[in-house]
């Protein structure tokens, strides 16, 4: 039987490991890839990523059951990666391997061509603010929807959609692509 979140909180308040760990496996991935967005660097990542299941392990009974589970993480994955930026300098290397499945590409001059696309694009994404790097991760590395990004973030859908208009600008700026191409 599926638990959802709110019987996997509730167990893990009553002091069941093993209903903590799933909310942990259910929730890794989403955690990593907002972590990456804000830091760009897999070592960092996994010390967000840490930091975060330390801190809703702690504040785990501050959770609302009725609430949305996904969201509150997100939230806090946001401050704690906004948090960890703010305390770093910036750093340049980007870890390709850990940060895209790349799906065999036919040949290695595809491969190549990924890689350096991969790598312009996280470059980019680390001119952004915090905020903004973040709200694209969520968008277009996670797939969540603007109402999703929103609720992460704690601001309205007006507010997300004008931050991940000015972060796709400033990204295409930054990689010298033309206002005509997608990223």
């Not at 830091?39 to 702690?58: A, M, P, W």
């Not at 799906?103 to 980019?124: F, N, V």
């Not at 973040?134 to 992460?152: C, K, N, P, Q």
Request: charged share 30%; glycine share 6%.
């Amino acid at each position: 039987m599926e638990f959802n979140d709110g019987q996997l909180v509730e167990e893990a308040l009553g002091g069941s490991v093993v209903a903590f760990e799933r909310l942990v496996a259910r929730y890794e991935k989403l955690v990593y890839k907002i972590a990456f967005g804000c830091s760009g660097e897999r070592e960092s990542t996994l010390d967000i990523l840490q930091n975060v299941f330390l801190k809703v392990h702690r504040k785990l009974g501050n959770f609302r059951t009725e609430g949305d589970f996904k969201n509150w993480i997100a939230r806090i994955t946001v401050n704690e990666s906004i948090n960890w930026k703010r305390s770093q300098k910036r750093h340049a290397s980007v870890e390709l391997e850990e940060a895209m499945d790349i799906a065999s590409p036919a040949s290695q001059e595809d491969r190549i061509r990924d890689r350096e696309t991969w790598e312009l694009l996280c470059r980019s994404m680390q001119v952004l603010k915090p905020v903004y790097s973040t709200a694209v991760a969520l968008r277009y590395f996670e797939g969540m929807s603007i109402r999703e990004v929103a609720g992460a973030l704690g601001c309205s859908d007006g507010n997300v959609k004008s931050i991940i208009f000015r972060s796709l600008k400033m990204m295409r700026l930054h990689m010298g692509v033309s206002k005509e191409v997608a990223l």
